[in-house]
């Protein structure tokens, strides 16, 4: 599925412009700056298919991502929580983020992205409740596993757990990775592509 070519179809500013509902999505969620389209960017194996940038905020649309033929669409979300942005426009991402995370029948699962050298934060918390009660799938992947130190990295990943088992018992279990360092990837592709075959 990765060694396949994949490409930018369109960004999307509303809930009209996204394509027909006939492919299975996945959804990079996260707050700004967390690594989303960095893990995107790892995960094809392109080096700049999704724009990265250091300023929050870069992602400014639903990214598109397509491969020929591959039974699986990647949207490549603006970040929540906090972006160098004016007020107006965060709330415009916003709504558009929220629309697309309630109501996109052929969304099979969300990855909602936590930067691994904080945890969790309250608007992480947020949105796992609104996919808790849309009845999303959804899964915690721990960003940029190569920045904390050993032991500061296991007292996340132990905070992440306990948020996590607030939420029900039905979650994928955690994923940790490092885009740069490139691991947990090959994890990250193995649990699509069972995704893709169940
Ligand atoms: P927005 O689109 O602004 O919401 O951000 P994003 O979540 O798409 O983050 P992006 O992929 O643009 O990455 C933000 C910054 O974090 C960039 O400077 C990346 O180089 C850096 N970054 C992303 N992943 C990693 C990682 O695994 N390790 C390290 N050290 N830095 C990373
Ligand atoms: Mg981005």
Redesign the pocket.
């Known amino acids: 599925l990765f060694a396949r070519p994949w490409d930018f179809v369109k960004g999307c500013v509303r809930i009209d412009d996204l394509p027909p509902t006939d492919r299975t999505e996945i959804a990079?969620a996260?707050?700004?700056?967390?690594?989303?389209?960095?893990?995107?960017?790892?995960l094809t194996g392109r080096v700049n298919l999704?724009?990265?940038?250091?300023?929050?905020?870069?992602?400014?649309e639903l990214n598109i991502f397509e491969a020929n033929d591959a039974p699986l669409r990647i949207v490549?979300?603006?970040?929540y929580g906090f972006?160098k942005a004016p007020k107006k426009t965060v709330e415009t991402w916003t709504r558009l983020i929220h629309a697309y995370l309630q109501g996109r029948p052929n969304l099979r699962r969300v990855f909602v992205?936590i930067d691994?050298r904080h945890g969790p934060k309250p608007a992480d918390e947020t949105v796992m409740n609104e996919l808790d009660s849309a009845a999303v799938s959804y899964q915690i992947v721990l960003?940029?596993?190569?920045?904390p130190k050993a032991g500061e990295l296991e007292k996340i990943v132990a905070k992440t757990d306990q948020i996590i088992a607030k939420h029900g018992a039905a979650h994928p279990e955690m994923l940790i990775?490092?885009?740069?360092?490139k691991?947990g990837i090959d994890g990250l592709r193995a649990v699509i592509a069972q995704l893709l075959a169940t």
């Open positions: 990079f996260g707050r700004s700056n967390v690594g989303k389209s960095s893990l995107i960017n790892a999704a724009r990265t940038s250091n300023t929050p905020g870069r992602t400014q490549d979300m603006p970040g972006a992205l691994g960003t940029k596993a190569d920045k990775t490092s885009s740069e360092k691991d």
